[in-house]
C-alpha cells in the first residue's frame, strides 16, 4: 500500500494467531477503499517449522489475505469463518481439538502398506487388506503405539524421530477419505490422500468359507 497519510494500523485475532491490518481510509467504521493483512503460516506450516532452523517445510504454506469495498467488522467476519478443509463447521467447537478422538480406528500401518517406498515409482501397492487380520496381530499392529494426536491417529516408526498418521476428511456411511503422511525421522514429510471403503468378503481360510472385514481402496492420489 502506498504511504499515504490516509491510512491506519490495527490488529485482531484470527485462526492463524494475531493478524494485523492497515487499511484506508481512516476511522474503525465504513467501507474501506483496501485493507491488507500481513502474511500468516498455517499450522502445517508451523509444526514443520518447529522440527528446526534446517526443517524443509513441504505442507506448510503461507497465506496473504486483502480485501476492497468492505468494513473492518465484514472482513474479521470472514477471517475468522476460514477452518481447515475436511474440517466440517467452522463454528468453535465445544472441546478442544486434542481431545476429540478419530472417527475411524485403524492402524497407520494399514495405510504404509498402501503406499510404496518414496524411491519406488508406483503406488499404490496394496489395494484391499484385511482388517480383522490388522486388528488380530499384534504383533505388527501394536494398539498400544496408536496415539491421539489432534485430529491425528498417530504411530512412532521404530528406531527413529519418524511417525506415521492419518486424518479422516470425509466420511459416509462405510465411505472414507483420509490423509495419510510419513516420516521417517529426517525433514521430508510425505503425503497421500486415500478413499477407501470398508466392506464385506467371503473368502475360503483353510478350506472353510469366512467373512472378512476388508479395506477396499478406491482412489489415491500423492501429494
Known amino acids: 500500500m502506498p504511504d499515504e497519510e490516509d491510512t491506519e494500523e ?12 492497515i487499511y484506508r481510509p481512516k476511522g474503525k ?3 474501506k477503499i483496501e485493507i491488507i493483512a500481513n502474511w500468516v503460516s498455517d499450522e502445517n506450516m508451523n509444526e514443520e517449522l518447529a522440527k528446526g532452523p534446517d526443517s524443509h517445510p513441504v505442507l506448510g504454506r503461507y497465506h496473504g489475505f486483502s480485501a476492497t ?3 473492518l467488522k465484514e ?3 470472514i477471517i475468522k469463518s476460514l477452518h481447515p478443509v475436511g474440517s466440517g463447521s ?12 478419530s472417527a475411524l480406528k485403524i492402524h497407520p500401518k494399514v495405510f504404509n502398506m498402501i503406499s510404496s517406498w518414496i524411491s519406488d515409482p508406483e503406488s499404490p501397492v496394496a ?5 480383522d487380520a490388522a486388528e488380530k496381530n499384534g504383533n505388527q499392529f501394536n494398539k498400544d503405539e496408536v496415539q491421539q494426536d489432534g485430529e491425528w491417529l498417530r504411530c512412532a516408526v521404530p ?3 519418524g511417525f506415521m498418521r492419518y486424518r479422516v476428511i470425509e466420511s459416509k456411511g462405510n465411505h472414507y477419505k483420509i490423509e495419510y503422511q510419513e516420516n521417517g525421522g529426517g525433514t521430508l514429510t510425505t503425503a497421500a490422500i486415500i478413499e477407501f471403503n470398508i466392506e464385506k468378503r467371503n473368502i ?3 478350506g472353510k468359507p469366512v467373512t472378512l472385514r476388508v479395506l477396499r481402496l478406491s482412489s489415491y492420489n500423492q501429494k
Open 159 to 161: 528406531d527413529t524421530e
Open 75 to 77: 472482513f474479521e467476519r
Open 204 to 206: 475360503h481360510h483353510d
Open 127 to 131: 489395494t484391499e487388506i484385511n482388517l
Open 90 to 101: 467452522a463454528a468453535p467447537s465445544p472441546t478442544p481439538v486434542a481431545e476429540q478422538p
Open 29 to 31: 467504521e465504513g467501507r
Open 10 to 21: 490495527s490488529e485482531l485475532q484470527s485462526p492463524f494467531g494475531p493478524m494485523y491490518l
Open 69 to 71: 469495498g468492505i468494513t
